[in-house]
């Protein structure tokens, strides 16, 4: 293991043990800002920041000729804005939130040509105007470090800020229905992701893949929606 993936997996226990005193709170979304806190400015200390666009949004993006020309696109948890640069790269306007006002500040720093909305936000409270606004909606591994019993209540957040003919891109680490998902990160199955379809997304297409960057590897989806 390269010292980066040693530094990872250093940070992704970090992550656990800190999630777990958040949850001895009964607060589940705490957590967030304390990691990017406690990581003191040091990228290594972030389990999920590369400082690159997400490699199956990038290689998804590259398959579709995906063009911005201009539309609005929404990244939920945008964490330091590694894949909100990527789009507005492409060409889109983009607004990122993330509940972490750490991670926001963070993400302003690294961005300083001002071409990216960064708002603190919740995704459960999130601006009234942001109710079906956007043309590409962005959410990778967001969903997946809340709680089961909040899943659902996730989706339909992310779900209700695409506009009507939209296109919604998710990008999650996957399970097979009965699967174990007793540690963070709580993988999503097919049957979780059909609650898309319940609030008015078409499921366009489908991938899975398997990352080979995790030992041993593990089951990734990427899937594309449109907004009926």
């Given at each position: 293991?390269?010292?980066?993936?040693?530094?990872?997996?250093?940070?992704?226990?970090?992550?656990?043990?800190?999630?777990?005193?958040?949850?001895?709170?009964?607060?589940?979304?705490?957590?967030?800002?304390?990691?990017?806190?406690?990581?003191?400015?040091?990228i290594?200390?972030?389990?999920?920041?590369?400082?690159?666009?997400?490699?199956f949004?990038?290689?998804?993006?590259?398959?579709?000729?995906?063009?911005?020309d201009?539309?609005?696109?929404l990244?939920?948890?945008?964490?330091?804005?590694?894949?909100?640069?990527?789009?507005?790269?492409?060409?889109?306007?983009?607004?990122?939130?993330?509940?972490?006002?750490?991670?926001?500040?963070?993400?302003?720093r690294?961005?300083?040509?001002?071409?990216?909305?960064?708002?603190?936000?919740?995704?459960f409270?999130?601006p009234?105007?942001?109710?079906?606004?956007?043309?590409f909606?962005l959410?990778?591994?967001t969903?997946q470090?809340?709680?089961?019993?909040?899943?659902n209540?996730?989706?339909d957040?992310?779900?209700?800020?695409?506009?009507?003919?939209?296109?919604?891109?998710?990008?999650?680490?996957?399970r097979?229905?009965?699967?174990?998902?007793?540690q963070?990160?709580?993988?999503?199955?097919?049957?979780?992701?059909n609650?898309?379809?319940?609030?008015?997304?078409?499921?366009n297409?489908?991938?899975?893949?398997?990352?080979?960057?995790?030992?041993p590897?593990?089951?990734?989806f990427?899937?594309?929606y449109?907004?009926?």
């Amino acid at each position: 293991m390269s010292t980066t993936k040693e530094a990872k997996e250093k940070a992704r226990e970090k992550l656990r043990q800190i999630a777990a005193q958040f949850k001895e709170r009964d607060d589940h979304l705490g957590w967030f800002d304390a990691v990017y806190s406690e990581a003191r400015g040091d990228i290594e200390n972030i389990p999920w920041a590369d400082l690159e666009p997400n490699r199956f949004l990038r290689s998804w993006a590259e398959q579709h000729s995906l063009k911005g020309d201009g539309r609005k696109a929404l990244v939920v948890g945008c964490g330091l804005g590694d894949d909100a640069r990527y789009l507005a790269e492409l060409g889109f306007a983009v607004t990122a939130f993330d509940i972490s006002p750490t991670a926001i500040e963070w993400a302003k720093r690294l961005s300083p040509e001002g071409q990216i909305q960064f708002e603190t936000a919740d995704l459960f409270q999130p601006p009234r105007g942001w109710l079906g606004a956007f043309d590409f909606v962005l959410e990778i591994y967001t969903i997946q470090p809340l709680p089961m019993e909040m899943r659902n209540k996730a989706i339909d957040a992310v779900a209700s800020f695409v506009a009507p003919s939209g296109e919604l891109l998710v990008i999650c680490h996957g399970r097979e229905v009965d699967e174990d998902t007793e540690q963070i990160p709580y993988p999503l199955s097919r049957a979780d992701l059909n609650r898309f379809d319940e609030d008015g997304l078409t499921q366009n297409e489908f991938t899975q893949v398997m990352d080979d960057d995790e030992d041993p590897p593990k089951m990734r989806f990427i899937v594309e929606y449109r907004k009926r």
